[in-house]
């Protein structure tokens, strides 16, 4: 009897931390391509996948004006012998793609649009030299040197007040074959 008590308690313990567990769910993004012989296999990688931003409404950055302290981000072009070979002959490029603000195509919109949105904030996007850099444009020749150092920083965008709160933004970055 004392047995089957044990195994009834055991069991109701279990059950109850069962009715209370949370779920987290979690995002797996998959692109690809499938190329011929000889076009080789380039790949997009990225020192950070994450970037937090941060800034005080009164000393953002004005938009379209050079940055002053944006947030560093190093892109690498990797590949085979073929994409490297392509690289060496000014034949691979990388393009920028994101939602942009409307009068502007250096700054990604914020995405956040319930009531914890900061507003009239946008995020900039720089080159190496934290000059506006362009997104949805045209693709931008990868160097020999395979590598690209670009920044981002939170903007006061024209013509609107800004506003505290959450702030967020997607940056993709395709290989394009010139």
């Not at 009897?1 to 993004?29: P, R």
């Not at 994409?83 to 409307?102: L, N, W, Y």
């Not at 995405?111 to 080159?127: H, K, M, R």
């Amino acid at each position: 009897m004392k047995k089957i008590l044990l195994v009834a308690a055991i069991s109701a313990l279990f059950s109850t931390g069962m009715a209370c567990a949370k779920d987290y769910s979690s995002v797996v993004t998959i692109d690809g391509k499938v190329t011929t012989p000889g076009e080789g296999s380039c790949s997009v990688s990225v020192d950070k996948t994450a970037i937090s931003l941060s800034g005080i409404t009164d000393e953002l950055t004005e938009q379209g004006a050079s940055a002053s302290n944006p947030e560093s981000l190093r892109i690498v072009v990797l590949g085979d012998l073929d994409c490297s070979s392509r690289i060496a002959k000014h034949q691979i490029a990388v393009k920028f793609v994101g939602d942009t603000v409307a009068s502007d195509n250096t700054v990604l919109a914020n995405a956040v649009t319930d009531a914890s949105a900061a507003e009239g904030v946008g995020i900039g996007f720089y080159d190496s030299a934290k000059n506006p850099a362009e997104i949805n444009g045209a693709g931008v020749v990868v160097p020999e040197t395979k590598y690209f150092d670009y920044g981002l920083g939170l903007v006061k965008l024209n013509g609107q007040t800004p506003t505290s709160g959450n702030v967020h933004g997607t940056l993709t970055i395709d290989i394009e074959r010139l």
